[in-house]
């Protein structure tokens, strides 16, 4: 069993929507700060955005800041992605991660762990 399970992924157009949706089968979400990475083909694994634990607020990547927007829903134990104005360059594999020590900002793959297998994310006209 994977620690972590992404869905959502999909092709859409330039200017569209996708909203991508992570489940922690094995840990509690609300007792971690979780994050949304990509990586797109050639390219070194990116932070996209986190959400801190408890009333911890949100950070963002300023390539996807205004236009992505991070969430937990706590009672179904997961995190959430939702992606508008979606661009031709936000074509990637998306993973999601927890953060497992206190550095979860700025967004570093070192500082996570759990990571799934990801959704590919595909932007194209």
């Known amino acids: 069993q994977v620690p972590l399970v992404e869905s959502g992924g999909g092709l859409v157009q330039p200017g569209g929507s996708l909203r991508l949706s992570c489940v922690a089968p094995?840990?509690?979400?609300?007792?971690?700060?979780m994050a949304w990475f990509r990586q797109a083909p050639g390219k070194e694994r990116e932070g996209v955005a986190v959400?801190?634990?408890?009333?911890?607020?949100?950070d963002y990547a300023d390539s996807v800041k205004g236009r992505f927007a991070i969430s937990r829903n706590n009672a179904k134990n997961k995190v959430e992605l939702q992606m508008t104005n979606m661009k031709i360059e936000d074509t990637a594999t998306y993973y999601c991660?927890?953060?497992?020590?206190?550095?979860?900002?700025?967004?570093?793959?070192?500082?996570?762990?759990?990571w799934g297998q990801g959704t590919q994310v595909t932007v194209s006209s």
């Open positions: 094995e840990f509690t979400v609300s007792n971690y700060a």
């Open positions: 991660a927890r953060c497992f020590g206190s550095t979860c900002w700025p967004l570093s793959p070192v500082n996570y762990n759990s």
């Open positions: 959400s801190y634990r408890g009333a911890g607020g949100a």
